[in-house]
Nanobody, 123 residues
Framework: QVQLVESGGGLVQAGGSLRLSCAASGRTFSVFATGWFRQAPGKAREFVAAISASASTILYAESVKGRFTISRGNAKNTVYLQMNSLKPEDTAVYYC????????????????WGQGTQVTVSS
């Protein structure tokens, strides 16, 4: 299995920034891609961004394009989500997820999930 731990969430004013981190452990050699999802109260979980293992392919939801940046760090098995120009609508629990089937980018299928980190953007 792959274990994922998110960190970096918190409270920020509209227009501010946060940087989320996702640390993976376990069978990380089998990960094809890593994604970020979010879920607000009363809403379905939605896709935010994803990055391939080689970082050659990056995808963003239209709602975050130009504001969020997904990247891989120098440390092994670490993925970041830099969130700028935050809006109250970005308030949600943010989850990182790992794709071990190779279908994450094409079908947004992710198999292992972290416990989430809360992001709250005040107006």
């Amino acid at each position: 299995q792959v274990q994922l731990v998110e960190s970096g969430g918190g409270l920020v004013q509209a227009g501010g920034s946060l940087r989320l981190s996702c640390a993976a452990s376990g069978r990380t050699f089998s990960v094809f891609a890593t994604g970020w999802f979010r879920q607000a109260p009363g809403k379905a979980r939605e896709f935010v961004a994803a990055i391939s293992a080689s970082a050659s392919t990056i995808l963003y939801a239209e709602s975050v394009k130009g504001r969020f940046t997904i990247s891989r760090g120098n440390a092994k098995n670490t993925v970041y989500l830099q969130m700028n120009s935050l809006k109250p609508e970005d308030t949600a629990v943010y989850y990182c997820a790992a794709d071990v089937t190779g279908l994450g980018l094409s079908q947004r299928r992710f198999d292992y999930w972290g416990q989430g980190t809360q992001v709250t953007v005040s107006s």
